[in-house]
């Protein structure tokens, strides 16, 4: 099946603990993205990439890093520096171009305990 | 700077009656328009989208929207609701004279249809 994967779909975490989200995709989409949504909220974005071996800061990227080493995969990584990490992440792509929808994962639950 | 309001938190519609959903946009240039829906726990399942041409556009699951330049909105519309389409409903927009500009979420509505 084509889509965007993540994985796991929940995931706990101890306080001063980093954790990585895992994304792949195989839609040969040059673009990912990175959002965060809290409960009743809007999404935020935390980071994309248009291309391999390039990626920028969106809105709330402090706390959170990323990579970008191959086409299809896009893995997120919560810091311990992260002060309110508990939140829904959402994994999303696109082919490049401003016109082209973008195509989000199933997300994934982060809770801090 | 571009930006896509929800003014509306909550849109509640009985069974069978129309459904709207607002949004309005702002940007620079030519904005290209977007609707999702999300249901709970999951990730966004896109709707339908405005790049160019008519102004009525048509998409998943019986619904359309209609772009009005002079408002700049962007409102979502369904003739007759679906109880199944309760859910959480979010445009977004982009500024379409550049592929590096970003897409921007509205905070959402929440569609409620009661039997």
């Known amino acids: 099946d084509g889509g965007i994967t993540q994985s796991p779909k929940y995931l706990f975490r101890k306080e001063g603990q980093n954790v990585t989200l895992s994304c792949e995709q195989n839609l040969n989409h040059d673009a990912m993205y990175w959002y965060r949504q809290d409960p009743g909220q809007g999404l935020r974005l935390i980071y994309y990439?248009?291309?391999?071996?390039?990626?920028q800061k969106g809105d709330i990227a402090e706390g959170y890093s990323v990579s970008r080493e191959k086409k299809e995969s896009f893995p997120l990584t919560v810091t311990s520096a992260q002060k309110n990490p508990t939140a829904f992440y959402l994994c999303a792509s696109s082919p490049s171009g401003s016109g082209n929808t973008i195509y989000f994962g199933e997300g994934s639950w982060l809770t801090v305990v | 700077a571009q930006s896509v309001a929800q003014p509306e938190d909550q849109v509640n519609v009985a069974e069978g009656n129309p459904l709207t959903v607002k949004c309005t946009y702002s940007?620079?240039?030519?904005?290209?328009l977007f609707w999702y829906v999300q249901y709970p726990n999951r990730g966004l399942q896109f709707l339908l989208k405005?790049?160019?041409?008519?102004?009525l556009v048509k998409g998943s699951y019986g619904f359309e929207a209609e772009f009005n330049k002079s408002q700049t909105s962007f409102h979502l519309k369904k003739p007759s609701a679906l109880v199944s389409d309760s859910a959480l409903y979010f445009c977004?927009?982009?500024?379409?004279?550049?592929?590096?500009?970003?897409?921007?979420f509205g905070s959402g509505t929440r569609l409620s249809i009661r039997p």
């Open positions: 940007v620079s240039g030519n904005p290209y």
């Open positions: 977004a927009v982009r500024e379409g004279y550049s592929s590096a500009s970003k897409i921007i």
């Open positions: 405005y790049i160019t041409g008519d102004n």
């Open positions: 990439s248009q291309i391999v071996n390039d990626f």
